[in-house]
């Protein structure tokens, strides 16, 4: 089994015209994952972004609005767990990546 970082983008950010978000949307949507989940993650708030080492943070202007690691067989089981996602009643979407270091991960 791989583990896949699943990366939500464009939630609910705060703003009256953003869809509300519905935690227990999110609840039911990792209870039905189940064992696949490795690490839950978290939403994000707010972020901030470092252009470079000599430059300040400054607002993120990426859409990044949270994560959670899973494992599954490939990429189409993968997508298979992403899509009941709750962040696309949120008017959101998801970046899955295999990550580095999964057992059947081959390199580059």
């Known amino acids: ?3 896949f970082l699943i990366v939500y983008r464009g939630a ?3 703003s009256k015209d953003a869809p509300p978000r519905a935690p227990g949307g ?3 949507w990792f209870a039905r994952l189940g064992d696949a989940v ?3 993650g978290s939403l994000a708030a707010a972020a901030v972004e470092i252009p470079n080492r000599l430059l300040g943070p400054k607002e993120s202007t990426s859409s990044l609005s949270g994560y959670a690691v899973v494992q599954a067989v490939d990429f189409n089981a993968a997508v298979a767990l992403a899509e009941a996602c709750p962040i696309f009643d949120e008017g959101g979407s ?3 990546a295999r990550l580095a270091g999964s057992p059947d991960a081959s390199p580059g």
């Open 94 to 96: 998801v970046e899955i």
């Open 12 to 14: 609910a950010d705060g």
């Open 26 to 28: 999110w609840r039911d």
């Open 38 to 40: 490795v690490d839950p």
């Open 1 to 3: 089994m791989d583990r």
